[in-house]
């Protein structure tokens, strides 16, 4: 049974930087498309970043993150990270990581206020 545990999500001013980490049980984080997605309330959840299968695999982010946020993943760890840098106040929202675009975590919440 796949299982996603996402967590590092917490307070960060505008301009920080959050770290996040999802464990991934079931599934190995290497041979599936990773992603991660988020939801603020009254909004369409919004895919953020994917990573392909495989070792150099092509990374993809929304327009709103990209240059800011890094995905990546760790293939001993069975592990996937959001690095998150010059966090904005409109990045508030419940992160989720997902394997496939099929399955989702139970998110962990980012919160970006001064």
């Known amino acids: 049974q796949v299982q996603l545990v996402e967590s590092g999500g917490g307070l960060a001013q505008p301009g920080g930087s959050l770290t996040l980490s999802c464990s991934a049980s079931?599934?190995?984080?290497?041979?599936?498309?990773m992603s991660w997605s988020r939801q603020s309330p009254g909004k369409q959840r919004e895919l953020v970043a994917e990573i392909g299968i495989g070792l150099g695999a092509h990374t993809e982010y929304a327009d709103s993150v990209k240059g800011r946020f890094t995905i990546s993943r760790d293939e001993a760890k069975n592990k996937v990270y959001l690095q998150m840098n010059n966090l904005k106040v409109e990045g508030t929202a419940a992160y989720y990581c997902?394997?496939?675009?099929?399955?989702w975590g139970q998110g962990t919440q980012v919160t970006v206020a001064s």
């Open positions: 079931g599934m190995e984080v290497e041979l599936n498309a």
């Open positions: 997902g394997v496939n675009q099929r399955i």
